[in-house]
């Protein structure tokens, strides 16, 4: 038969029923992705609901006529038939299913205590949004944020577009909770929904280190409608930061007992230092990666290592050899290699990200005990936390020694059992212990031993990273001084004398030689006595024959 008006009004009404449908698809994906008030969501899922029953409903509408035409019923209206029983139906379950979403998203909307919108735990959720949302646009570099502020109305949603420009990995994480954009490389990009505020926060980059050297954005809340918007910081600030040490992390860090002894098992750093190897060239890789470590009786912390030791793998070698140095990050953060013992402009210091590896020559020029460490910044902390070593340079004509040792000084700043130091201490320049060679008064413990008349070399390097040294073993006098690069005394001139001690500034080095005159024991240390209090000692022993 012809299409009548019937047909047309079904057909107009399947594509109102794809429109409700579609509506409340949108509705769903859009609210409870946070874009729009949660109520959209609620009453997206009731136009999906309604809209199925509704296309149900119109698809069932043949059978049903088909079945009733078997039974012929009375004729009510002329020019009529069952289609217009089945239209009107139909735009019945569409009025109640437009009802029905309406209802349920005002009700979604005024529910006690639901807020407008999906907050950020890091946003106080009991702020009801007013239905704004601020975008803005920030860019991570290599050690800042820009813009390094921005401001929201109170209770609106702020949503964060997130670009890396830097040459490592950065992130930006919501102080307080667990928002942020994770980890993101160089050149990636991602857009973050913050929640919403009704007062201040801040959010800063997780890499240890880089919030203190500034990666930090203040998100600043502006009064609007009357609402008064906090001019303080949450407790987050106060109550500890990310990895890297704060100020306020002090009150759980470790602290060294002073009566304790190391458990079984434990083992010192060997401080004997082996000849320079052969050949002229040296190739030596150091690996980066972060190891919890021992570092006084009782007391572990996150060291960030060359090749999982503190100090670093020694370089040795003469004047004019050539080292070829390969650095690997395995670590969980951006590295570089900073070699006092070659001249090589800042740029070469180049910062490589985790997986990442990196080739250094230099060519040895002078004679001398040289500090080698990571210079990436904040480099205090990084040095601190254990990434330092020496190079050492024979000056020409050295003569052997019956023993020889290294010892490099460098002080802790610790932070809480098995984290990394305390930032803000290293700042501060207090520091919880000093020690040789990785551990606090380890040759006290396990003395270096020595035969009594034999000559003896000490190699000494001041890593600091602040404080200085002044090295010198009790009962014994220095009749040959080495210091930077240069014998201040040299055995067999008859014009000097003696020296008791070797007086360092960081990053300075040198070496002693003495013997001692007859068995027994003597006590190596910073003269700075609250160094030595603080875990710069040791002992020399010589036994008797």
Known sequence: RPL??????????????????????????TGFA????????????????????????????????????????????????????????????????????????????????RTGGTAAAGANPAVVSDGQVKTVSVELGDLYVRPSSVSVPYGARLVVRVANQGSMSHDLQLEGGSTGTGMLGPGQHTTVDYGVFDHNERAWCTVPGHMAAGMMLTIKVTSTGGSPASTGMSSGMSGGMSAGGSAGR??????????????????????????????????????????????????????????????????????????????????????????????????????????????????????????????????IEHLADGMFGAVVIDPPGLAPAAHEFLVVQSELYLGPQGKSGDYAKMLRGQPDAVVFNGYASQYMFSPLRVRAGQRIRIWVLDAGPSDDSAFHVV???????????????????????????????????????FTV???????????????????????LVAPSR
């Open 34 to 113: 946070g874009s729009l008030p949660a109520a959209i969501a609620v009453g997206g899922a009731a136009l999906m609901v309604a809209g199925v029953a509704v296309a149900v409903n119109l698809s069932l509408t043949p059978a049903r006529m088909a079945w009733k035409s078997r039974t012929p019923a009375p004729v009510r209206h002329s020019g009529t038939d069952g289609q217009e029983r089945s239209g009107t139906l139909t735009l019945s379950w569409v009025a109640i299913a437009i009802s029905g979403a309406a209802v349920l998203m005002a009700a979604s909307a005024l529910w006690p205590g």
């Open 250 to 379: 002090s009150a759980d860090d470790a602290t060294v007992n002073v009566g304790a002894r190391p458990g079984p098992g434990w083992h010192p750093f060997d401080a004997a230092l082996a000849p320079a190897p052969g050949g002229t060239v040296h190739h030596v890789t150091l690996v980066a990666r972060d190891r919890v470590m021992q570092v006084a009786p009782g007391v572990n912390q996150d060291m960030w290592t060359f090749n999982g030791q503190v100090p670093g793998p020694t370089l040795r070698g003469h004047v004019g050899d050539l080292f070829v140095v390969t650095l690997v990050n395995r670590s969980s953060m951006g590295h570089s290699l900073d070699f006092h013992a070659a001249g090589q402009p800042m740029e070469a210091m180049r910062t490589i990200g985790p997986g990442q590896s990196i080739t250094e020559r230099f060519r040895a020029r002078y004679a001398g005990i040289f500090l080698y460490h990571c210079g990436t910044a904040p480099v």
């Open 4 to 29: 009548g008006f019937a047909d047309l009004y079904d057909h107009r009404l399947a594509a109102t029923v794809y429109g409700v449908l579609t509506a409340g698809i949108a509705a769903v994906c």
């Open 517 to 539: 005159p007859a068995a027994g024991h003597y006590e190596l240390l910073d003269h700075h006595l609250d160094h030595a209090a603080a875990g710069a000692d040791g002992l």
């Open 475 to 513: 009962g014994a006098q220095f009749d040959t001084v080495f210091s930077n690069g240069a014998y201040l005394l040299q055995r067999g001139n008859p014009a000097d004398g003696a020296a008791q001690t070797l007086n360092l500034m960081p990053g300075e080095g040198g070496f002693v030689e």
